[in-house]
Structure formats: structure tokens, C-alpha cells
């Protein structure tokens, strides 16, 4: 199935159209993944999946819609949707850009464990850019744009044929779900300056590159085994095959939470479930001190000597 862009005359919720597409091709009728074979990796900041999601997302989704990736590796976001038009006219109007005119994907791969989990199921590296519910984009004049985000995170396994490879769980996360903090995110990407002229002779240097930890959602069991989308927006029913299954709430402070909403595609005819509060994962026994790098112990002890 094409999704297109003009089958209402109010233009549908972008996360939407392409969580349904991305279930569709990596989950069957019934909701069992669907094998499929990826090109090799070429070099080390290659990612053949990354590419294989714009592809099937550029496929399908048509009529006025583009679907821009990434020209180079370690660029977030990994792939920008949107409809020129609708964005125009929000910009022309000086609306914020919402999620039927434009918004990013940024693809968060892991694999699946030998014990049916997913690999760093209760933290994830996001690396210098950490996730936040809008994130910033360039124009072809370099000026810079505040595009909403959504994070795809993605358990794949082998498959059983030779070469094959599997969604095992797959979910599709606003970027508010997992931090709302704007200032955090341009404070960590914003011109940050180097310690140079260090060590004895002078040609070292301390880059001064942040890394980042945050929650992983393939931690919340509810989630494997299947498709689903996070979403602010509670109406998307209305305008998708989606149903909306749950409610849940992040916690910001005693007494303070932000809500949203789970969907998932109507034709597997989801249970309607309990509202979750607070269901990612954290890691345990978190201490602001960091692991001494580089620690070679030795027990001298245990050597003999001839």
C-alpha cells in the first residue's frame, strides 16, 4: 500500500503515516516480523539499516511527501520528512512546525540477547546528541530550523535463513517521551572549545566531547514482540488504522507528569491496556563519578621469575 498525502483535505500526522508503513513491511498480517536482507557494511559509521528504513519510507510514502536522509554518517537526524507545502505555509505564517508539515527520525538500533531481551535494555548511548522533542535542522541558506522529533528504536535478531535479519520490536517514540529539555539539547550541540596544547611537548588535545546516556524504551516489556507508536497527540485514531491501546506518564517531579499515548495498527486488534507511569527502564546504582579509564591490574604475587 502507497500512503499518499492528499486522501484528506486536513494533511495527516507525518509519525503516523510512517509508523504504519515501518509495521507494515517488518510485521506480517498477523503481527509476526517479516525476514528480510540487508547490503553489507562498508565502512565503520556505515549503517545499512538506517538507509534501509529512508528507502522503504521514500517507497511508500508519495504525493508531495519528501523523505531526505542524513549525507554523511554521525548527523542526526538520520532521516527528515515533510511536505514542502505545508511547511511553507507554516513558516510563512510564523507557526511552529508541527508534525503533519515536517519532523525528523532518528534510528537507535540494538540486538537482540541470547536471552530474548534487547542489548542495553536500561540505558542507550545517544552519544554528543542527546534526544529531545524538537531538534535542529539547516535550510539550503544555513539558517537554522526547530523540527519536532520522533526516535525509532528497533530490536533486530538474525533470521533463519542465511543473510536474513528480523524486526524483533519496534517502537516509535516522540521525542518529548524522552526529554523536553531544549536547552540541555543546545547547550550539548551548540560550539563547544577544545583544551589544545597540551601534554609535554604540546600537541595534545581534549576534545571536550560529551556522551550521552539516556533511557531505552525496548526495556519496557510491553513492547516486545511488536509494533507500536508514542505519540503526544491522543486524536490519531481519527485520522489512521490506529488504536489507541494506553496511556502513559513520565514523571517530572512529585505530583508532576507529561502524558501520551500509545497506538498500534487496528487490523491486529489491539487489547485496550492499563495506563503505565514511568515504564522505561533506568540503569541501577547511576553515580555521578565515572569508571577510572584505561585500569590494568596486575598481582605480582602469582608471577615466578625463570
Not at 120 to 139: H, K, M, Q, W
Request: aromatic content about 8%; glycine content about 8%; overall charge negative.
Amino acid at each position: 500500500m502507497n500512503y499518499e498525502a492528499t486522501d484528506r483535505v486536513r494533511p495527516t500526522d507525518l509519525p503516523g503515516l510512517a509508523f504504519l508503513i515501518l509495521s507494515e513491511r517488518f510485521f506480517d498480517e498477523d503481527g509476526r516480523p517479516v525476514p528480510f536482507r540487508l547490503r553489507d557494511k562498508l565502512k565503520t559509521q556505515d549503517d545499512p539499516f538506517d538507509e534501509y528504513v529512508a528507502d522503504v519510507l521514500k517507497d511508500k510514502l508519495q504525493d508531495g511527501i519528501l523523505v531526505l536522509r542524513a549525507d554523511k554518517p554521525l548527523v542526526s537526524p538520520d532521516v527528515v520528512i515533510a511536505r514542502p507545502d505545508e511547511y511553507h505555509l507554516l513558516e510563512s505564517g510564523g507557526a511552529d512546525y508541527d508534525t503533519r508539515a515536517i519532523f525528523g527520525i532518528e534510528v537507535k538500533k540494538v540486538d537482540l540477547g541470547k536471552n530474548g531481551k534487547p542489548a542495553r535494555a536500561a540505558g542507550l548511548d545517544f552519544n554528543s546528541t542527546p534526544p529531545c522533542e524538537t531538534i535542529r535542522v539547516y535550510s539550503a541558506t544555513g539558517a537554522p530550523l526547530r523540527i519536532p522529533s520522533y526516535y525509532l528504536f528497533v530490536t533486530l535478531a538474525k533470521g533463519t535463513a542465511e543473510g536474513t535479519v528480523y524486526v524483533h520490536s519496534l517502537v516509535l517514540v516522540a521525542g518529548g517521551a524522552l526529554n523536553k529539555d531544549v536547552q540541555l539539547y543546545e547547550r550539548i550541540t551548540g560550539t563547544r572549545k577544545k583544551q589544545i596544547g597540551l601534554g609535554t611537548y604540546g600537541d595534545g588535545a581534549d576534545r571536550q566531547r560529551p556522551m550521552l546516556l539516556f533511557s531505552n524504551p525496548l526495556g519496557w516489556d510491553w513492547l516486545s514482540r511488536s509494533a507500536t507508536l508514542i505519540s503526544e497527540r491522543g486524536d490519531l485514531s481519527s485520522e489512521h488504522p490506529l488504536t489507541h491501546v494506553r496511556e502513559m506518564t513520565r514523571s517530572v517531579s512529585d505530583g508532576v507528569g507529561e502524558l501520551f499515548h500509545c497506538y498500534r495498527p487496528s487490523k491486529l486488534s489491539p487489547e485496550r491496556e492499563q495506563p503505565a507511569t514511568d515504564p522505561f527502564p533506568q540503569p541501577a546504582n547511576r553515580k555521578e563519578e565515572t569508571a577510572q579509564r584505561g585500569r590494568f591490574e596486575i598481582d605480582l604475587s602469582t608471577l615466578t621469575i625463570g
